[in-house]
């Protein structure tokens, strides 16, 4: 079974920056696009990122276009968002993700497997 564990979540201030990883227990890089989601309170779930199989591909969200980059390491197993000028809108619980495809999305019904989560908080 895939299992996947989010971390490094914490606080920030506006305009900070934080950097999550995400492990995952089986190496399924080279066949699943690998995604970060997010969930603020009373808010539905919303995707952020994706990144391709090969890591030739990127998609972003318009809210977080030009201030979070996403990558991956293969030989490390690991997924990477590095948030950078934080707003307090990106106070969230935030999710990895793993769908079973090259092609990658935003929506989140298309993904098979997810970590428990890690909380941001933005706040001044």
Not at 73 to 79: K, P, T
Request: with cysteine.
């Amino acid at each position: 079974e895939i299992q996947l564990e989010e971390s490094g979540g914490g606080s920030a201030q506006p305009g900070g920056s934080l950097r999550l990883s995400c492990k995952a227990s089986l190496n399924i890089f080279a066949t699943h696009c690998m995604g970060w989601f997010r969930q603020a309170p009373g808010k539905p779930r919303e995707g952020v990122a994706a990144i391709s199989t090969r890591g030739g591909t990127w998609t972003y969200s318009d809210s977080v276009k030009g201030r979070f980059t996403i990558s991956r390491d293969n030989d490390e197993i690991s997924l990477y968002l590095q948030m950078d000028s934080l707003e307090v809108e990106d106070t969230a619980l935030y999710y990895c993700a793993a769908r079973v495809a090259n092609f990658c999305t935003l929506d989140e019904r298309e993904y098979h497997y997810w970590g428990q989560g890690t909380q941001v908080t933005v706040s001044s």
